[in-house]
């Protein structure tokens, strides 16, 4: 891997060793520049760019996790297309993981540039179930790690191994792991050109202006505030829905159905929402495209609306997507994974409404045409009036 600073003009190719932010557009590190890019670079204004290029006989991070993912896949295990040097694997049936603890050693030794994780030895697993992944840490691995792991795979020797016992086990069970029943209608499988968007549900707060009780337990159109959100979320697009709780915990999280969605407490709740902000992005894995925020005190926000602000969302040009009614913003509010360690710096009860307008040129909008993404219960008003309607 070759690494340096580059004229803008000649970087057309390498990949990109840094976000990169100009007026509407933001490039994310790892981005292979077109072109197009450089042409949209030179005319920001920007001069050099640091960047990577392969090295003859190396592989970039997608071609070689998928390689080395599709050594590990059989019968009954499928490798999903890769995305950041990460490819992962699920069960295409229900059973129980075998796992040949030896061979993921000695896989795990050859090079520190490439990892592979899997759940525990003899894990229940269902259908569609994430059980192990391969990750590569540098932009590109050379191809002769990648002719070690076939021939190891091949039961064939290599010479120089030393045991690097961290693989199996390593797979930590994450928020995209969800357990389903059986009959239960399994996720679409992930396209390759299908970004993974997380919904992160923030259902911690105090209902401090709801007179002493808790907003999200209220009950609308026969079900808590809170579970109509978060319905609301596994009938989207998004690939996966963590819920952040805190106030009254065990009540909020009794409502859900913990088989579809994965739960993460907010000690500090109290302390604001950038604290169930931060708690959420924390707990989610580290290959996702971008989050959607979504409020658990908006019952009105349907599936379908969401499924509008993520159809909006490009990889290849990650903005920040915003819901609007009659030119009003709402919620909830989509962030490229290249703004979450911006969210994570928010402090306080405000929400991320100052990096919205930090970032206002890295914002589009998705015009929806109910008030749905305004209404949010903060009051008993607030309340009377959702029940009105």
Known sequence: MIFGEL?????????????????????????????????ALVAAGIERVAGARLAAGELSEDVAAAEIASLNAGEHLVARPPHN??????????????????????????????????????APVLKDRRVATVKIIPFGVPADVIDAWRRIAAGLPVDGAALMGMGVGGLLHGADDPIKEEGETPPAPAAGSAP?????????GTSSRMGGQNKLLRVFDGLPLVQHA??????????????????????????????????????EYASGMSTSLRCGLAALPTDLAAVLVVLADMPRVSAAYIDRIVGAFDPDQPTIVVPTFQGRRGNPVLWPRCYFAELRGIVGDTGARGLLETHAADVISVPIESDAILADVDTPADLADLLSK
Do not use: F
């Open 85 to 122: 040097g990460r490819c992962n694997l699920y069960a295409s049936a229900p059973g129980l993981l075998q796992v040949d603890r030896e061979c993921v050693d000695r896989l795990n030794a050859i090079d520190e540039a490439v990892t592979l994780g899997t759940l525990h030895p003899c």
């Open 7 to 39: 004229p803008t003009n000649q970087a057309e190719d390498p990949i990109l060793a840094h976000t990169l932010k100009v007026p509407g557009r933001t490039w994310c590190k790892g981005r292979v520049l077109t072109g197009d890019d450089v042409v």
């Open 230 to 267: 978060v319905d609301a979320a596994l009938a989207s697009r998004c690939t996966q829905v963590l819920v952040v709780t805190g106030c009254e915990a065990e009540s909020v999280e009794s409502t859900l159905d913990r088989d579809r969605v994965s739960i993460v407490r907010n000690p």
């Open 196 to 204: 993974r968007v997380a919904a992160l549900v923030l259902a911690a």
